[in-house]
C-alpha cells in the first residue's frame, strides 16, 4: 500500500508557475506508475500527466502539453508537475494517483492510490 501527499498548489496569476510535489510513503515507490490529474468545479476528474515507473515513458493531455511537466525521483519518493504559463482555466483541485504497475495510465479506474489534493487557482 503506499500513501499519497500532494504540496504545492495555491494562487497564481495568468502566465505564472506553479511545482506541485507528490510525495509517496513506503520503500516501493518505483513499483508505481504515477499520474497527475484534476477536477474542476461541476467538472469531472481528467488527466492531466502520466509517468511510467521509472520515468521512460510520458503523457500529457493536449491541454497542457509544451506548458507542464512531469517527472518523478525514485530516490525521494516523489512526482513532479512543473506548471508553466497557467492559464485560469487551469484553476482546479490537482490529485496524484499510483498504480502497481509499469507503463502510463490516463484512466481514473485505473488507479489504485490517491492523495487528497491541492488546489490550484489561476487568476486572469
Known amino acids: 500500500q503506499v500513501q499519497l501527499v500532494e504540496s504545492g498548489g495555491g494562487l497564481v496569476q495568468a502566465g505564472g508557475s506553479l511545482r506541485l510535489s507528490c510525495a509517496a510513503s513506503?520503500?516501493?515507490?518505483?513499483?508505481?506508475?504515477m499520474g497527475w490529474f484534476r477536477q474542476a468545479p461541476g467538472k469531472e476528474r481528467e488527466s492531466v500527466a502520466a509517468?511510467?515507473?521509472?520515468?521512460?515513458?510520458?503523457y500529457l493531455a493536449d491541454s497542457v502539453k509544451g506548458r507542464f511537466i512531469i517527472s518523478r525521483d525514485n530516490a525521494k519518493n516523489t512526482v513532479y508537475l512543473q506548471m508553466n504559463s497557467l492559464k485560469p482555466e487551469d484553476t482546479a483541485v490537482y490529485y496524484c494517483?499510483?498504480?502497481?504497475?509499469?507503463?502510463?495510465?490516463?484512466?481514473?479506474?485505473?488507479?489504485?492510490?490517491w492523495g487528497q489534493g491541492t488546489q490550484v487557482t489561476v487568476s486572469s
Open positions: 494517483a499510483a498504480r502497481n504497475s509499469y507503463y502510463t495510465y490516463t484512466y481514473t479506474d485505473e488507479y489504485d492510490y
Open positions: 513506503g520503500r516501493t515507490f518505483s513499483s508505481y506508475a
Open positions: 509517468i511510467s515507473r521509472f520515468g521512460g515513458n510520458t
